[in-house]
């Protein structure tokens, strides 16, 4: 995605010698088609350049057909109540609501700053497969997201590095981030696009069997979807379908 000249419509709230303005906030796709829009307001000081404040209402994230990928909205320059990111398709991937936390001290002469704000997930959060099925609810607990897996789905085709491929039970992968408070939190801002999957990710869990390009079974064993890892003991076989070696990941 490519940022092209912002194009601004503003309407004056008042006038003073410190007015402020509403500004319509625009970035556009290779193609001409809107990527970001969203408002700003800004002020202007006894009508010198205006100078921006903060993003405030609903701001949406365009694909480049059109569709919408991320939408929600800003109060006070932070994105504040429910936002929705969004499949290619349109469908729902992930939704739930942010709000703004503004921090105080007393300032002495080491600080920059008395206050600073920072954002939280908040509540219940969901995340869907691309067909609009439930995957997982998240939950907030002193600062720890906490997953439940609600629907697994049959991986059918998992390619490996060589020709080999695997199957088995896969949950949906939601990243999280860490805010300045050492909290997790879903982090969905436009600045971050780069960061944002919108495809199925996932993690392996259960049973997975893994096979060779003729079919015959390779390996068998376990993976944890908090690490996507194996765990406990796996078993290993030769092209023959032989037993050839066991290992324990556990130790």
Avoid: C
């Avoid at 008395?114 to 939950?139: C, H, M, P, Q, R």
């Avoid at 949906?172 to 981030?177: G, V």
Wanted: proline residues 2%; without cysteine; charged residues 25%.
């Amino acid at each position: 995605m490519r940022k092209f000249n912002l194009i601004v419509f503003f309407f004056i709230l008042g006038y003073n010698s410190f007015a402020q303005h509403i500004k319509e906030y625009k970035i556009y796709h290779e193609d001409g088609s809107v990527w970001i829009a969203g408002q700003l307001i800004t002020s202007n000081i006894n009508n010198q350049d205006d100078y921006l404040l903060e993003k405030i209402g609903l701001w949406t994230i365009y694909y480049d057909d059109g569709v919408i990928l991320l939408q929600g909205n800003y109060k006070n320059g932070f994105p504040f109540g429910e936002w929705v990111l969004n499949y290619p398709n349109g469908t729902i991937q992930l939704k739930g609501n942010y709000i703004s936390i503004t921090n105080k001290r007393t300032p002495n002469k080491n600080d920059f700053f008395s206050e600073w704000k920072y954002i939280e997930s908040i509540g219940e959060w969901k995340s869907f497969w691309i067909d609009g099925v439930l995957a997982n609810i998240y939950t907030h607990n002193e600062g720890e997201i906490i997953t439940k897996i609600v629907n697994t789905k049959f991986e059918n085709n998992y390619k490996l590095t060589d020709d080999a491929y695997a199957q088995g039970q896969k949950v949906l992968a939601i990243a999280f981030a860490i805010n300045n408070q050492n909290q997790q939190y879903f982090d969905l801002i436009e600045t971050n696009l780069d960061k944002i999957s919108n495809s199925e990710d996932f993690y392996r869990t259960g049973i997975w069997k893994e096979y060779f390009e003729n079919g015959s079974l390779r390996a068998k064993g376990e993976y944890t979807w908090k690490t996507d890892k194996p765990i406990g003991q796996w078993n290993y076989y030769n092209e023959n379908g032989e037993l050839k070696e066991q290992y324990n990941y556990d130790k």
